[in-house]
């Protein structure tokens, strides 16, 4: 036990080398830092949200407003198709998640199928890039020529994939605008997206951003009947649509259902004031496709107004003065500077797929994390002086060994930390600082294994090498136990807590390295230099 | 040099004999813990509840029924107001509808309006009732799977009577630890769950030295009474079994002193669980041991890990 290798010497002088290297860049000024040669480590721990302050939000894509959109899509599909085959139905509705009709007349039940299976398209599986084999509806045929439709389990889930990974992309557009360094945007489980942002000094704004869906629609106003009578009587015209401003008391509008042009036409926007009241506003552009489509609402409708919603409400109606042929127009409607400038990013950005609703939001602000660091830090270097000191004293000699090992451990912490680019959080720094206390319970081990030893009457040489070797197995026992709870934490846990479990596991293995290792290595050289009749003090 | 000595280089005290003291004890603190998570349950903290969390501070002493009114005034809902760490800290905790969640935020939305001028916000959370649902479930699935864990580990390494008793020991602290927080209604969040986790860890570990050199005397002295045996054995990893709990506790007590707000319900439920660790050791697993039996002969294993 007490015999090291040249290899094994210079394996360890290359562990803690390592160590050294990538944990020299934590204590670097950041100048410093970024001027090391790039065949140096350079990483630097990473401050979680709950230390450097910032905003993390769980949102959920609400995947469901997509289907019930779909559905009514098909609704109107199999109206079209049906009636161009002249077959009759009854009853075409939604019913729960699925669309519901009979065929009137039995014997046209079969001509019917195959209009149903034209309309059954396959799943376009966006991973693979090709046609799937699965189709995208499911067909029920029921008693009494009664059919029912519903989307095929692939279908959905290859639509709710799409429907995320637009949301991501929208979401990283939006999130970029607001200049803040490396967001984290990422899907997590099915249908959810967790978005985080560092070091935010307005995280309402953020909110703000993420939360609306920002689709834009340009309608024509209905104009053949009273908006308020709709309101208060209830009763819709079928073309039309009853909407709201966004404003105390709301006002109502009826508008056109069709969509004069969509906010999808848009390329540009931007903020800026209106030239005679100088009030802020919002300038945008269309496509080519866009801005001919407008020119031609607008020269026929010229003196009638036309309404701009955004998410179901009402911004403006502006009456029509002149057909607008340029492509690009303004919208106005009282906006603030920061409303003008937040809803030319959402445009800017596009529209969410789907709405989505935050399930979670925590946000620190930069005051608290810094105070959690310099507590952490404190507690840190309290704890380590008292462990230090209770280790001289109980074991003389040998827990100064067992100082120099934790001392190097913390470096091997760090070291590894740094290379793996893992995040510091608080709980992490508590991982730390519990590791210090529970590190030497190794050494601790072995040293009243030798005392044991020499209490039995054995040689000191013989006492040192049974006592390593004794303890060895409790050690490793007893650390895979912890281990085993620090990796179901990393699984299980989330976002800080997982810090914990990779700060603890990673002190784990540090601590059976340095206390198994380095300190058996410090006790042979000594013990060495000494001669072989030596007294242990321990 | 004299080195210092918390516990005599040789001590044999009769653990074993006192063992129905300790059983007792455990028994009768574990009641209190289970009568009082029966009738007034956890303070479960927003991760596992869900609604909303504000901290807030200013630079002097927070009159906290003034801002109460002045909250209540904004027609949010039941508001609480609590000082957290220090009189010029508060945390504000609306309980929020709790099926709403776009409702919490525009709640929380509107009381940092009404106080950026006058605090500083330290921190807001807002947990969605699917979320706190979905916690609850995960933080139950790994403390069973940290124990299952540690049983199938013991069981492998060991027998089964150790890896049964070892498991009993480590329910007992976790018991332990969720009754103290139900007792003294502390808040019971997902840090607190990290460190039932770590706890599960530690008093295994703590345990597994007792057991392993139960394991060695079993070898050594084949004919030794079994609870003579225990008895040697804990007393002979005694001084270890103190020293290491008094490095980790020196460690945690800087956390829960210096450690800030923030992480001081962790470094208590840690503090508590060292301590309820390292006495079912001694107290609760060696003499279960006797109770389940062990085999005697090992000589077949000698080999194997020696």
Known sequence: MLHFSKYKITGIALAIFLGLLFSVPNFLSEDARLSLPAFLPSGKLNLGLDLQGGSHLLLEVDTGSITRERLETLISDIRIELRAKSIGYTGLSLVKNAVELTIRDESQIDEAIVVFDDLNQPVVNSLLGGVGGNAELTIEALDDGKFRFGFSEQAIIARNTKTVQQSIEIIRRRVDELGTTEPVIQRQGNTRILVQVPGLNDPERLKALLGQTAKLNFHLVDQNRSAYEAANSGRVPAGSLLVYTDTDPATPYLIQRRVMVSGERLVDASMGFDPTTGSPEVDFRFDSIGGKKFGEVTKTNIGRPFAIILDNKVISAPVIQSAILGGSGRITGGFSVQEANDLAILLRAGALPAPMSILEERTVGPGLGADSVAAGRLALIIGFVAVIVFMALSYNLFGLFANAALIINMILIMGVLSALQATLTLPGIAGIVLTVGMAVDANVLIFERIREEIAAGQPALVAVDKGYSRALGTILDANVTTLLAAIILFQLGSGPIRGFAVTLAIGIVTSVFTAFVLTRFFVARWIRSRGRSVELPI | ?306
């Open chain 2, 1 to 306: 040099m004299k080195s210092l000595r918390l516990v005599p280089s040789k001590t044999s005290v009769n653990f074993i004999k006192r063992r129905y003291i300790s059983f007792c004890l455990s028994l009768i603190f574990l009641s209190v813990g289970a009568f009082s998570l029966a009738t007034q349950g956890l303070n479960l903290g927003i991760d596992f509840k869900g609604g909303t969390l504000i901290e807030a501070s200013q630079e002097e002493p927070v009159d906290i029924s003034a801002l109460r009114n002045r909250l209540n005034e904004l027609g949010v809902g039941d508001v609480q107001i609590q000082s957290f760490g220090n009189e010029n800290d508060v945390l504000i905790r609306l309980a929020g509808d709790s099926e709403n969640a776009a409702e919490n935020l525009k709640a929380v939305e509107t009381i940092r309006a009404d106080l950026e001028s006058s605090f500083e916000i330290r921190r807001v959370e807002v947990v969605g009732p699917q979320i706190s649902g979905e916690l609850i479930s995960a933080g139950i699935l790994a403390v069973t799977l940290a124990i299952a864990a540690m049983l199938i580990y013991i069981w492998f390494r060991f027998e089964w009577q150790f890896s049964l008793g070892s498991v009993i020991a480590l329910t007992h602290d976790v018991a332990a630890t969720i009754g103290i927080f139900s007792l003294l209604q502390l808040e019971f969040n997902t840090s607190i769950l990290a460190a039932i986790l770590t706890i599960v860890g530690y008093s295994m570990n703590d345990t597994v030295v007792v057991y392993d050199r139960v394991r060695e005397n079993l070898r050594k002295y084949k004919k030794m009474d079994l609870s003579e045996l225990l008895d040697l054995s804990i007393n002979e990893t005694l001084s270890r079994t103190t020293v290491t709990s008094v490095t980790t506790l020196l460690a945690l007590f800087a956390l829960f002193f210096l450690g800030g707000e923030v992480i001081h319900g962790f470094a208590f439920a840690m503090l508590w669980g060292v301590f309820v660790g390292t006495y079912s050791s001694i107290f609760i697993a060696a003499p279960l041991l006797l109770i389940l039996g062990v085999k005697r002969d090992w000589s077949g294993n000698i080999k194997q890990s020696d």
